[in-house]
């Protein structure tokens, strides 16, 4: 599988016109590594098949604030496993601060996102099961051997998105800039298409 060496060498190769990283100097290599990384990051929000997450956490008795997961960038969505399950409704921060306060804890209907946490309403009268799914982040790419799956999947797309930068910000060329960005946004689109045709066809439940 590529990985983080086969991603430098060719955006070395396609901007700089070199063999691989190796033949530029250390200081234009570096800034090819960290273009790349930027490229991961300005696309990690992006809703893929490749990025997203199940994470599970069991809530405490009487706690309503909780950490959100190190990984988690986006599009949180919570629910609670016990039965019978339930998916808890999203609101602003700003909502749940304003409701006049529960006359008692109890099973937890809303939540909201504040800070880098998550917030329950009302605030669990015990110990449940918790759900959280949402798209993640992944560690910098640091050494050559490394990958995972943005030098996989979307190798296309941050080959192209590094490229654009580098040519931008390196190299001041506004049309191959420009150029490389378009590819980009081709290919994140594809991924786009490929996302929706790897999700399951939802079913119309019938009328009763």
């Known amino acids: 599988m590529p990985n983080f060496l086969r991603l430098q060498d060719v ?6 016109f070199v063999n691989r990283i190796s033949d530029l100097q250390p200081e234009e290599g570096e800034q090819i590594r960290l273009h790349i990384n930027e490229a991961i990051r300005a696309h990690q929000k992006d809703h893929f098949w490749f990025n997203q997450q199940l994470w599970e956490r069991a809530t405490e008795t009487n706690k309503e604030f909780y950490a959100l997961p190190a990984d988690y960038v ?8 016990d039965y019978p399950r339930s998916k808890l409704i999203s609101k602003a921060n700003d ?6 306060p529960a006359a008692q804890n109890g099973r937890p209907q809303f939540y909201a996102l504040f800070a ?4 329950l309403y ?26 995972n799956p943005w030098t ?16 931008y910000s390196v ?5 191959k800039a420009g150029i490389a960005g378009q590819a980009a946004a081709t290919r994140r689109a594809g991924l786009i298409r490929e996302t929706i045709l ?3 066809r939802q079913e119309i439940e019938p009328f009763l």
Do not use: C, M
């Open 198 to 200: 790897r999700q399951p």
């Open 116 to 119: 880098n946490q998550y917030r």
């Open 74 to 81: 986006a599009g949180l969505t919570v629910s609670i496993a």
């Open 152 to 167: 996989n999947e979307a190798f296309e797309l941050i080959r192209e998105a590094a490229k654009e930068r580098v040519f």
């Open 95 to 100: 909502t749940i601060e304003g409701w006049v």
């Open 171 to 175: 190299l001041h060329d506004v049309e």
């Open 122 to 147: 009302p605030i669990p009268d015990a110990v449940y099961q918790l759900r959280l799914w949402g798209i993640r982040s992944f560690d910098d790419l640091v050494g050559d051997t490394d990958e």
């Open 11 to 16: 955006v070395a190769s396609e901007t700089r």
